[in-house]
């Protein structure tokens, strides 16, 4: 049985964490739970970046706000480990940057409505913010309690080429995308798809953020309209910016031609 502690969401830490690099945040999509995944999606800001991947637990069913509560609480503990980082924090010098993507992007949509100043600079990748107003996946959403089990593990293979243009993918990272769709409980599942169908921002206080906010988003994403919601987004925040992926599916991270760290020199989002 996990202790209560166990059953707290956390950071992961990455083997090459430095911490004279800027503190990243990320935090993944729904099946937090596939830690080989993370590692795929992140491995190339290990070059300049103190990375934490935000990981809950599969049997922590808990609440927006207290998502929103745990990513803070564990962001400032990192800050006032390393007390430069922590002096310099909101400064140019060494960002602390938060980047979230599909079911993370709305999570750092949170954040930033309840702790407008804990983050510098700000990377929402295919934002699955605009769940609630595709009415396919709501009304699969509200069925879904009813699925029988085996359909569910088949449904993680089914659900595959909406998640990812498999074409460009490594066998390797196919393989962790499709142990990440079966590791989440379909009650876990249930529970975060209820939150998607629930999930809302108040516009008003998203656009007196002035830090600068990077729109990553993918053409030929299959599940979410992810290119249309990044403008959407963009018509909140004063200070964005849009990079648009032209063969990209939903789950880009795991591209091989897609590299998050190439993206972000770019956009000149880096600090070097």
Request: aromatic share 10%.
């Amino acid at each position: 049985m996990l202790s209560h502690f166990q059953n707290q969401p956390y950071f992961l830490t990455s083997q090459l964490s430095n911490s004279s690099y800027p503190l990243f945040v990320f935090l993944p999509g729904m099946d937090e739970t596939g830690k080989e995944l993370m590692y795929i999606q992140t491995a190339s800001l290990n070059a300049a970046f103190d990375v934490r991947c935000f990981v809950i637990p599969p049997n922590n069913l808990t609440t927006w706000d207290e998502l929103t509560k745990q990513v803070a609480n564990l962001t400032q503990i990192e800050l006032e480990k390393v007390p430069r980082r922590h002096e310099v924090a909101c400064s140019e010098t060494s960002p602390v940057y938060l980047c979230g993507e599909s079911f993370g992007g709305c999570l750092a949509l949170k954040v930033l409505e309840k702790f407008p100043k804990l983050f510098t600079k700000i990377i929402l990748i295919n934002s699955a913010s605009s769940f609630h107003r595709v009415l396919w996946l709501n009304f699969g959403s509200l069925l879904f309690p009813y699925t029988p089990q085996i359909l569910y593990k088949i449904s993680s293979f089914i659900s595959l080429p909406f998640l990812a243009n498999l074409s460009r993918i490594s066998p390797t990272a196919k393989q962790a995308l499709f142990k990440s769709t079966r590791s989440a409980p379909k009650k876990t599942a249930n529970q975060r798809l209820s939150l998607m169908r629930e999930f809302n921002i108040d516009k008003s206080k998203l656009s007196q953020i002035t830090q600068p906010i990077l729109l990553i988003a993918s053409k030929k994403d299959r599940l979410l309209p992810s290119e249309m919601e990044a403008h959407h987004l963009s018509n909140i925040f004063p200070n964005t910016q849009i990079i648009t992926l032209p063969h990209s599916g939903h789950a880009c991270l795991v591209e091989e031609d897609v590299n998050l760290y190439e993206i972000l020199l770019s956009a000149k989002f880096t600090v070097n």
